[in-house]
């Protein structure tokens, strides 16, 4: 069964710095591109970066670009979102999730992990 | 403002058929780019509900289906159910220079 964990979440202040990790298990992590997404309070879902499975090509929001940083290491099997200069505007559940290897789509997401960045 | 446009709510009494759009542009939907669709319930993780335009992944209901034609797609609901009351996401792609993944801003659907 595919399952994706995600952890690191949690209160911070306004200019710090998080890193959360999201932990598969199910299926072969190094075969895979990942993403994560967020979901600020009564917004809808914004992609915010994706990373492929050896990590050669990554792709970042404008609104996070030079702030997060994804990587990912496959030894471990884990898949990592280091996010600097943290903003109210960044307040959100953040989620990771699996891309399959024939479509562009998202097909299965984690439960999440609640970031509050407070002034 | 998201790239691609839902209607904010939507609603329908059991057994009902319901539809939501999305509405893109020639630089996403309109590029031949594949729409997918996910369903959101409060506290859950999003769900894929169709994929690659109108692909069923297994376990999703033939209730679900899914529609593309030009620049808009469609997600269609038959036989209403309370347990579809959610919030239900379009996603594609975008060839816009400083944009790759692109979400419409979410349809709330309330099972009267």
């Known amino acids: 069964e595919v399952q994706l964990v995600e952890s690191g979440g949690g209160l911070v202040e306004t200019g710090g710095s998080l890193r959360l990790s999201c932990s598969p298990s199910g299926f072969n992590f190094t075969t895979y591109t990942m993403i994560w997404a967020r979901q600020a309070p009564g917004k809808g879902l914004e992609w915010v970066s994706s990373?492929?499975?050896?990590?050669?090509?990554?792709f970042y929001a404008d609104s996070v670009k030079g702030r997060f940083t994804i990587s990912r290491d496959n030894a471990r099997k884990s898949l990592y979102l280091q996010m600097n200069s943290l903003r109210a505007e960044d307040t959100a559940m953040y989620y990771c999730?699996?891309?399959?290897?024939?479509?562009?789509?998202?097909?299965?997401w984690g439960q999440g992990t609640l970031v509050t960045v407070s002034s | 403002q998201s790239v691609l446009t839902q209607p904010p709510s939507v609603s329908g009494a059991p057994g009902e058929r319901v539809t939501i759009s999305c509405t893109g542009s020639s630089s996403n939907i309109g590029a031949n780019y594949r729409v997918h669709w996910y369903q959101h319930l409060p506290g859950a993780a999003p769900k894929l509900l169709i994929y690659d335009d109108f692909q069923r992944p297994s376990g999703v209901p033939d209730r679900f289906s899914a529609s593309k034609s030009g620049t808009s797609a469609s997600l269609a609901i038959t036989g209403l159910q309370p347990e579809d009351e959610a919030h239900y996401y379009c996603q594609s792609h975008d060839k816009t220079l400083s944009v790759t993944v692109v979400f419409g801003g979410g349809t709330r659907l309330t099972v009267l």
């Open positions: 990373i492929s499975g050896r990590g050669s090509y990554i």
């Open positions: 999730a699996r891309v399959p290897p024939t479509s562009t789509c998202f097909d299965f």
